[in-house]
């Protein structure tokens, strides 16, 4: 059986601590925890416990292996100067990550995303199955990232909007999944 590799990633306009993407940071937390609740969640890449002192870049994050970062990336990382956003989950499908995306306080980020990052140039986020013994690396999430940049959507990393099955066709969501689409 397969699973859902979902990686985000986006450059703030201002480093963490800023007043221009505090209200980011706040939601971010509550958002975590809707993510974790949502039928199809399995886990999500966490940094182990008691290393706040140290930067993202610098902190153990277990089976999910050494934090990093894509190529598109040329910020700080000091926590005084570190202004990209990350995130790293499995799920059990796609329609379980396009419903948390598309819904609740994930959909209330996406609304306000021009307010807090700079415009990509770069995918904001990659899809990919892995098996079901498989824990996706941080390395692994920058590597299907700039695979997607460079290459478009494939079967090795893909899109929400062309999606792909793990036996690598192509594919599309379930109508309801479909429907729940931001329309920006």
């Avoid at 182990?48 to 002192?53: I, T």
């Avoid at 940049?149 to 192509?170: E, I, K, M, W």
Wanted: charged share 25%; proline share 8%.
């Amino acid at each position: 059986m397969s699973r859902v590799a979902f990686t985000t990633f986006a450059i703030l306009k201002k480093p963490y601590g800023d007043p221009e993407v505090q209200a980011f940071d706040d939601l971010t937390p509550p958002t975590f925890e809707e993510a974790e609740g949502s039928p199809g969640f399995i886990a999500r890449a966490k940094e182990d416990p008691g290393q706040s002192h140290l930067t993202n870049f610098e902190r153990h994050w277990g089976a999910w292996g050494t934090f990093d970062v894509p190529r598109f990336y040329t910020g700080g990382r000091s926590n005084e100067t570190d202004s990209r956003a990350s995130t790293l989950s499995l799920w059990t499908d796609l329609e379980s990550v396009f419903s948390f995306v598309y819904t609740g306080l994930h959909r209330k980020a996406l609304s306000s995303r021009h307010e807090w990052f700079l415009k990509p140039e770069w995918p904001s986020y990659a899809v990919w199955w892995v098996s079901d013994t498989t824990v996706p690396t941080w390395a692994d999430a920058c590597r299907r990232l700039e695979h997607l940049h460079d290459n478009g959507a494939s079967p090795v990393a893909f899109t929400l909007r062309q999606p792909f099955t793990p036996d690598g066709a192509p594919t599309r969501l379930s109508g309801s999944a479909e429907r729940q689409r931001d329309p920006r």
